[in-house]
């Protein structure tokens, strides 16, 4: 997810920064800031090149059609510049200023979970989903930042790599891997097959001259042949050796935690608060379904409540209506700035994407010139039966959807991103982020704008979006306890799906899509974690301000300072941050 970019003032910054500039340069050299500014300069240009998805994503088109480069000797190459540029600019950080030192600590964050990743996670040997999800080009053809020609030529370019990128997936990965991964990678290759062969056809099947396209059928050709001749090597090669060890286990789960949140905790003390939390939220939900009903049973309340959804055919122009008196609602309560008037477009998920989500947010990268951003939902296929449809529309009740629209879009990840990319902060800062605050603030809102009144037409109106509040809620809590009991504490993928059949009222084949993801996404704790640190962060700084406090004022503070790690920004906006964990 992405967003879109527009100037605004960035008071909690400039206030932390106004008395912190560099020192300038001296005749005995230049001054820390500059040297830790071209030291950063020079690594982001490494980790652009060996990484240009990332910056394609970013925005930064100069490196797409570069090298991805999977070979055994590249990768070891590129682990051994993340080493170097650790060496050189760990002794950087107390002679900066303020403002630099932020960036360096962000930086080097960044660099610690790529290490992390290639070392102890081995992603590279042990997780064919890497290379499966390695060839993404839809944003070639949804975004026009640069003229058709163009990105042709870079479609061309990326295609024509993909006989070596498999090549050193085969030669790369362990003999035995595990099965949660092989399966997912072989339906994540071919779904980038069909996504080539359908829908990249059909987007460049007009406005390409005749020699690019004969050009592209070959690439187009060859790098479909890749994908399903990768699913059909794990399918023959792999799947009759798989196992079930894919815990990360304790040691990584806490250096998961320290490298991408920089939080030094124990999970268990994690898991403790999760527990309790979910107790409470489930008392909640009890509550507040007898509001509604207090004849029946939470759940069959809830039931209740999925059935008022829309048609099938009106499913985008509801979500579609319903965003305008959101958006408003910010406004008339003066939550949070909106920095753009340009408007999110609603539309349905393209068809590669619909087997893995069923609503989500799309915007530009915070350096991209191309500025609409999509809000999609999945709608039901026409080959569906009467039952199908009906169940698949029943997790887009009215009440459902409204929720859902805060998480994506309004102030969820689409108002995030607007200030991302509105802000006058560092590449570094809209480069690196943090799983817990991106997920954190859009699971955050949603608790926020219950509090703030939204709905509330009456009180079974109100409860009717609170409960579907809660019901999200407890799915994201459900996710923080499975994270941490499947990777240090051995639960089962089919304890993981008990649990959540139980505490979050799911059905068996959707609580198993949450545990199963689990299994290879130990990170989706964040959405939990992330919601709680920024609560806390909120009650601090309340504290703090006193009568002066706003909450529009904390919002926009939060978000205009990138999108760091959750206990860096406690630095920015709290005086004297307490000591002990920040959630």
Same mark, same amino acid.
């Given at each position: 997810?992405?967003?879109?970019?527009?100037?605004?003032?960035?008071?909690?910054?400039?206030?932390?920064?106004?008395?912190?500039?560099?020192?300038?340069?001296?005749?005995?050299? +230049?001054?820390?800031?500059?040297?830790?500014?071209?030291?950063?300069?020079?690594?982001?240009?490494?980790?652009?090149?060996?990484?240009?998805?990332?910056?394609?994503?970013?925005?930064? @088109?100069?490196?797409?059609?570069?090298?991805?480069?999977?070979?055994?000797? #590249? $990768?070891?190459?590129?682990?051994?510049?993340?080493?170097?540029?650790?060496?050189?600019?760990? +002794? $950087?950080?107390?002679?900066?200023?303020?403002?630099?030192?932020?960036?360096?600590?962000?930086?080097?964050?960044?660099? @610690?979970?790529?290490?992390?990743?290639?070392?102890? $996670?081995?992603?590279?040997?042990?997780?064919?989903?890497?290379?499966?999800?390695?060839?993404?080009?839809?944003?070639?053809?949804?975004?026009?930042?640069?003229?058709?020609?163009?990105?042709?030529?870079?479609?061309?370019?990326? &295609?024509?790599?993909?006989?070596?990128?498999?090549?050193?997936?085969?030669?790369?990965?362990?003999?035995?891997?595990?099965?949660?991964?092989?399966?997912?990678?072989?339906?994540?290759?071919?779904?980038?097959?069909?996504?080539?062969?359908?829908?990249?056809?059909?987007?460049?099947?007009?406005?390409?001259?005749?020699?690019?396209?004969?050009?592209?059928?070959?690439?187009?050709? /060859?790098?479909?042949?890749?994908?399903?001749?990768?699913?059909?090597?794990?399918?023959?090669?792999?799947?009759?050796?798989?196992?079930? @060890?894919?815990?990360?286990?304790?040691?990584?789960?806490?250096?998961?935690?320290?490298?991408?949140?920089?939080?030094?905790?124990?999970?268990?003390?994690?898991?403790?608060? #999760?527990?309790?939390?979910?107790?409470?939220?489930? &008392?909640?939900?009890?509550?507040?379904?007898?509001?509604?009903?207090?004849?029946?049973?939470?759940?069959?309340?809830?039931?209740?409540?999925?059935?008022?959804?829309?048609?099938?055919?009106?499913?985008?122009?509801?979500?579609?209506?319903?965003?305008?008196?959101?958006?408003?609602?910010?406004?008339?309560?003066?939550?949070?700035?909106? +920095?753009?008037?340009?408007?999110?477009?609603?539309?349905?998920?393209?068809?590669?994407?619909?087997?893995?989500?069923?609503?989500?947010?799309?915007?530009?990268?915070?350096?991209?010139?191309?500025?609409?951003?999509?809000?999609?939902?999945?709608?039901? &296929?026409?080959?569906?039966?009467?039952?199908?449809?009906?169940?698949?529309?029943?997790?887009?009740?009215?009440?459902?959807?409204?929720?859902?629209?805060?998480?994506?879009?309004?102030? #969820? @990840?689409?108002?995030?991103?607007?200030?991302?990319?509105?802000?006058?902060?560092?590449?570094?800062?809209?480069?690196?982020?943090?799983?817990?605050?991106?997920?954190?603030?859009?699971?955050?809102?949603?608790?926020?704008?219950? &509090?703030?009144?939204?709905?509330?037409?009456?009180?079974?109106?109100?409860?009717?979006?609170?409960?579907?509040?809660?019901?999200?809620?407890?799915?994201?809590?459900?996710?923080?306890?499975?994270?941490?009991?499947?990777?240090?504490?051995?639960?089962?993928?089919?304890?993981?799906?008990?649990?959540?059949?139980?505490?979050?009222?799911?059905?068996? /084949?959707?609580?198993?899509?949450?545990?199963?993801?689990?299994?290879?996404?130990?990170?989706?704790?964040?959405?939990?974690?992330?919601?709680?640190?920024?609560? /806390?962060?909120?009650?601090?700084?309340?504290?703090?301000? #006193?009568?002066?406090?706003? $909450?529009?004022?904390?919002?926009?503070?939060?978000?205009?300072?990138?999108?760091?790690?959750?206990?860096?920004?406690?630095?920015?906006?709290?005086?004297?941050?307490?000591?002990?964990?920040?959630?």
């Amino acid at each position: 997810m992405k967003c879109i970019r527009l100037i605004m003032p960035v008071l909690g910054l400039l206030l932390f920064f106004s008395a912190c500039k560099p020192k300038k340069e001296t005749a005995a050299g +230049p001054s820390p800031d500059s040297t830790f500014a071209k030291v950063a300069d020079e690594f982001l240009e490494g980790y652009f090149t060996f990484r240009p998805g990332v910056a394609t994503y970013l925005g930064l @088109h100069q490196y797409d059609r570069a090298k991805r480069d999977y070979s055994k000797a #590249g $990768l070891a190459a590129e682990l051994d510049r993340l080493k170097a540029f650790e060496q050189k600019l760990a +002794p $950087l950080g107390d002679s900066l200023s303020p403002k630099a030192r932020f960036d360096h600590k962000l930086l080097l964050a960044g660099i @610690h979970q790529e290490i992390f990743a290639m070392e102890d $996670l081995a992603i590279y040997t042990k997780n064919p989903m890497t290379y499966a999800g390695s060839i993404s080009l839809n944003i070639f053809v949804q975004r026009d930042f640069a003229p058709l020609k163009e990105r042709v030529k870079s479609i061309i370019a990326i &295609e024509d790599q993909t006989p070596a990128i498999f090549a050193a997936a085969r030669e790369n990965l362990a003999d035995s891997l595990a099965k949660p991964y092989v399966e997912t990678a072989i339906l994540i290759a071919r779904g980038g097959a069909d996504f080539l062969e359908k829908e990249l056809v059909e987007a460049l099947s007009q406005g390409v001259d005749d020699s690019l396209k004969t050009a592209f059928t070959a690439s187009n050709k /060859k790098a479909i042949a890749e994908l399903r001749g990768f699913a059909t090597w794990l399918e023959k090669e792999k799947l009759s050796k798989v196992h079930n @060890h894919y815990a990360i286990g304790k040691a990584n789960y806490k250096k998961m935690l320290l490298y991408n949140e920089m939080l030094d905790v124990n999970p268990e003390d994690i898991l403790t608060q #999760g527990l309790a939390e979910l107790k409470k939220e489930q &008392e909640l939900f009890a509550q507040v379904a007898k509001v509604i009903n207090p004849n029946k049973k939470a759940i069959d309340v809830f039931e209740d409540l999925k059935k008022d959804h829309p048609t099938a055919d009106n499913l985008i122009p509801d979500a579609k209506k319903n965003l305008e008196t959101i958006r408003q609602f910010l406004i008339d309560k003066k939550i949070i700035t909106v +920095p753009s008037e340009v408007r999110v477009e609603v539309k349905e998920t393209p068809q590669f994407a619909r087997s893995t989500s069923t609503a989500s947010m799309d915007t530009p990268g915070p350096f991209e010139k191309a500025t609409q951003a999509f809000y999609y939902i999945t709608p039901t &296929e026409k080959n569906w039966s009467a039952k199908q449809k009906e169940e698949w529309l029943s997790q887009f009740s009215y009440y459902v959807t409204d929720i859902i629209s805060v998480h994506e879009a309004y102030p #969820g @990840h689409y108002v995030q991103f607007l200030h991302l990319n509105a802000s006058p902060i560092s590449k570094i800062q809209k480069t690196f982020g943090s799983y817990a605050f991106v997920e954190g603030w859009a699971h955050y809102t949603e608790k926020m704008m219950i &509090e703030e009144g939204f709905g509330a037409k009456d009180p079974v109106t109100q409860a009717k979006y609170h409960l579907a509040q809660l019901d999200e809620s407890l799915l994201r809590l459900c996710r923080l306890c499975v994270s941490i009991k499947t990777h240090t504490e051995g639960m089962t993928l089919a304890d993981a799906t008990k649990f959540i059949e139980d505490n979050a009222y799911y059905a068996y /084949k959707p609580a198993y899509q949450e545990a199963l993801r689990g299994t290879f996404d130990p990170g989706y704790l964040s959405y939990t974690l992330g919601k709680l640190q920024i609560l /806390k962060l909120r009650e601090e700084y309340k504290a703090q301000e #006193g009568a002066s406090f706003s $909450l529009q004022k904390f919002h926009d503070q939060l978000l205009d300072n990138g999108m760091p790690p959750i206990t860096l920004l406690r630095e920015v906006l709290l005086k004297n941050p307490p000591a002990g964990a920040s959630f």
